[in-house]
């Protein structure tokens, strides 16, 4: 089912998350691991567009790391795992069974790309790490509002500023090294 390039594209995808997530989580930190510009939703949904379930294993376990860098205990990262895969997983299936081209040159792809892979799939996120952390009784946070708006705030910034030009520019290359098939 998946090649030898795309293994290698997701231990890369992995590092790279693990790199941006530690990054980002120190950048407008929050705490526990959720941040104002956490720049690794990127490799989420691209790792998702370009490798399908693969991708979105990849980003749903990336997290653990930087999160366990950024000081998160173990209990948050689990928490946060279902709006991990969330995330992930929204694009892909939006992508597989509408047929839209990953590297948004067309108007249809990037509107669809704009509400299932920076807006819903990132509400969904925040809505259920937050929803899950209150349910858990586990006192992570003071405020679930700027909980759950920090992590969709922290998420949708580098979707549209850092994802849109990693998908226009890198898609192709991919396409034309062979390593993901051109739709």
Known sequence: MYKKEHIILAIILFFLGVILGSLGSESLPLGLGVTGFWPAVV????GSLWL???GVIVGAIFPFVSNTYAGAPLVAS???LPSNI???LVPYLTFKYLHLDPSLHDARSLVHFLWSSVLLNNGL???LATCLVMASGVHLFANPVVFARTWFLGN???MI???IPTLWFITPLLEKAGIIIKR
Do not use: H
């Not at 490799?43 to 691209?46: E, I, K």
């Open 52 to 54: 399908g379930v693969l």
């Open 156 to 158: 949708v910034i580098p």
């Open 161 to 163: 500023f850092i994802g």
């Open 78 to 80: 689990l928490l946060y």
């Open 125 to 127: 996120g925040a809505a």
């Open 43 to 46: 490799v989420q949904v691209a």
């Open 86 to 88: 969330v995330q992930g």
